[in-house]
């Protein structure tokens, strides 16, 4: 490729705090929930870059044809690969496509076509954007005549628009709010962003413990469990926010609730933990923790929860599914009501 930036390149991140950060000079964005992707044309040469570098075309064919036939000639883009299926966003399905399989990935590709939503450009031709201001990158992308499946997202200045996004958009399958400096350049691979996410609280009970890969005789994680209506207890995530100490004294803390008839259990493997060893020692479900989460991904954590405190007053039968708290979904058209009213008939909902 003849660019100005070649891959692989490691795309700007964000650091995560509790609110949106005060003044004047920043820039709000929806957090998409999907796959962080650069996009890199010269020509009919079209390179889809994952976040870590690596390729991602064959898994999203589907895309291939509208970026080439929509972005500049010669360009490098940021930006975010989702599915949207009914009014939300689907990271399950995001998920599925990262199968080996190309027949499988063409099946899902022509079922559940993915899009994909643009919030940077960094190249133009011969020119080299990173290290002009964001606002001005922001301009340049504005001007690009996109129609789905691709977009650019929605973006504004006024801190009311992003608190009213915050709220409403969740149900939707958002993380958050994103801020973005007006004069902040692009620099790869470090975190100069500001993430704003959805941040809430639920009392789990502690099914099991994996041990630290590293550190010999320190707990690694904890399993997290909660019941259903009819009574069954499910694994719905872990917490893994320890220091060492605390990874230490997580041995003693759970060695009551350990029975010595439970063998050791060998966990779930999935593409990514194919060679690691996922096994998991079981608890007596009658510890009870309460963690602070983001959003589900179904019927489990999408993140790692976060370690709260320890719930001795709860009783392991009351960590159930009704205590979380669900958002209604909100149409995804209505932060694309601009791009509604110039195609009447397109929106991300049915891109």
Known sequence: MSLPIHPPLMPMLAARVE??????????????????????????????????????????????????????????????????????????????????????????????????????VLALGDDD?????????????????????LHVTPATRDRRVAEDWFERFEGAGFDGVVAKDAALVYQPNKRVMIKVKHTRDCDCVVVGFRWHKAVKGSVGSLLLGLYDDAGELHHVGVVASFSAQKRKELVKTLAPYR??????????????STGKDVSWEPLNPELVVEVAYDHMQGDRFRHTAQFRRWRPDKSPRDCTFAQLEVVPPQELKAIFARDAAKRKRSSPATA
Do not use: N
Request: with cysteine.
């Open 259 to 272: 029975d010595p008839s439970h063998a050791r259990m060998p966990g779930e493997t999935s593409r990514w």
């Open 129 to 149: 954007l990173r290290d002009e201001p964001f606002a001005r990158r922001r301009a340049r992308l504005e001007k690009l005549k996109l129609r789905p499946p």
């Open 19 to 120: 609110a949106l950060p005060p003044g004047d000079d920043w820039i709000f964005e929806p957090k998409w929930d999907g796959f962080r992707a650069l996009v890199f044309r010269d020509g009919d040469e079209v390179f889809l870059q994952s976040r870590d570098g690596k390729p991602l075309a064959r898994y999203f064919p589907d895309l291939l044809a509208p970026l080439a036939a929509q972005l500049p000639k010669r360009c490098v883009l940021d930006g975010e690969i989702v599915i949207a299926t009914g009014d939300a966003l689907d990271f399950d399905a995001l998920q599925l496509r990262l199968h080996p399989a190309a027949s499988r990935v063409q099946k899902l590709a022509a079922e559940m076509p993915a899009s994909m939503v643009f919030f940077d």
